[in-house]
């Protein structure tokens, strides 16, 4: 499942997305740029469905929510996982049936509410006593009975990042375990409601079974107690957060990786026990290693005994290394022959921050030199800000020997037009 690969001409390496030269990639749309394989998308989305068996495949929108993205998975029968009302515009645009689309999130607004229920979609993952009163409302006015899950926080450790765990007590996800049976009781009482089930999500770039065990389990106490009490429990939305390896030797291979048949094992053993219907939320899994960020040497220079290479892409571009001191591969487009010495990969924003890698064994870099940073296709484009006045990454997308641009870059006239003079300001200045 090799989708960037290098290819041997004349005996100069190069790397390819699929059968297209990244170096051609550049030619036609310029740097910085993320680069998606339509082939990767499709392979991951059916070897994860494979794995889980018979389950609603919800992929999570907030990973990358390019509209080609959800469009690609969309044709092989993905739903969509939304956290927000532009994502549900996303989802709908995109051509997702309404039945396959969640509703998550902790601050869902009314008007979000409404949105989602004039579109008539499949499940809202309730976080609170209070969302559920306004959703039940909303709905009863309509007519309707909206379908309701109730995240739960299971107070499970996901042992991941502190700023992507999400299942802990203290964080700020899901509904107290020991309130939900109260709160469903009272839902199913409710006008607007129709109740299917309990949901969680325990947090993002899990790279172990436990904490999705222990988590599951306490889904599962709490589903038996609720039948046991009379109440329907049709459906159990088991969340997302599988991992990926963004490197073999980088720091997150320590923890050992997690592996997807046994993941896929876990989820099928639930759903038997619980005889329940499941719905998943990859998003990092499912689009992570589909893209990569292709970016241009500007120049190198030397401080001291550090090398440092400056690219024309930064944290604007790829916030993950800033954000959570997140680790990416780095690889030349086209290595040079010769050894690989230590250099920092850095942006040119006015930040220390804005480091994308140090200490990197790379062969010699120089300006013009294109390279990538891999495992870049979740939670890149979808956190870029146009700081520094950059303009954020293009997005292509490659399906053979196909490419497409599916987000192009803005240009400056588009950047001054989001602005507006307030008319006081509108006469000359001061000579
Ligand atoms: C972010 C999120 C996901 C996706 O998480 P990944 O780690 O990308 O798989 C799924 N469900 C919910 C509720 C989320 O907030």
Known sequence: ??????????????????????????????????????AALVRRYRAFSEAVGDALVCYSAKANDNLAVLRCLGLEGAGVDIVSGGELARALAADIAPAKIVFAGVGKTGAEMAQALDAGIGQYNVESEQELE??????????????????????????THDKIS??????????????????????????????????????????????????????????LRLRAGGHTVSHLDLGGGLGIPYAEDGPDAEDGQLNLADYGALVQRTKRDLEAGITL?????????????????????????KQFVIVDMAMNDLLRPALYGAWHDIQPVAPRPGEALPVDIVG????????????????????????VVRDAGAYG??????????????????????????????DYDAMLARDVLPDWQTGPAKA
């Not at 709905?139 to 499970?156: E, I, Q, S, T, Y």
């Not at 800000?385 to 399906?399: K, L, Q, T």
Request: aromatic letters at 6%; glycine letters at 8%; hydrophobic letters at 45%.
């Open 381 to 410: 484009a979808v956190m870029s800000s146009s700081y520094n006045s950059r303009m954020p990454a293009a997005e292509v997308m490659v399906r053979d020997a196909d490419s497409a641009l599916i987000r192009p870059r803005l």
């Open 281 to 305: 939320e990859p998003g990092r899994w499912m689009a992570g290693p589909a893209g990569l960020l292709l970016t241009q040497v500007i120049r190198v220079k030397r401080n001291g005994n």
């Open 348 to 371: 040119p924003i006015c930040e220390s921050g804005d480091v994308i890698a140090t200490d990197r064994a790379l062969p010699e870099l120089r300006a013009g030199d294109l390279i």
């Open 1 to 38: 499942m090799e989708y960037f690969h290098y290819r041997d001409s004349a005996g100069q390496q190069e790397l390819f997305a699929e059968d297209v030269a990244l170096s051609r990639i550049a030619e036609r749309f310029g740097t910085p740029s993320y680069v998606y394989s339509s």
């Open 134 to 159: 306004l959703l039940a409302t909303l709905a009863a006015d309509r007519g309707l009975r909206a379908p309701v899950a109730l995240r739960v926080n299971p107070d499970v450790d996901a042992k």
């Open 166 to 223: 999400t299942g802990r007590a203290k964080d700020k996800f899901g509904i107290e375990f020991n309130q939900a049976e109260a709160l469903y009781a009272r839902a199913a009482q409710m006008d607007g409601i129709a109740m299917r089930g309990l949901a969680i999500h325990i947090g993002s770039q899990l790279t172990a079974l436990a904490p999705f065990e222990a988590a599951f389990v306490r889904l599962g106490e709490l589903c």
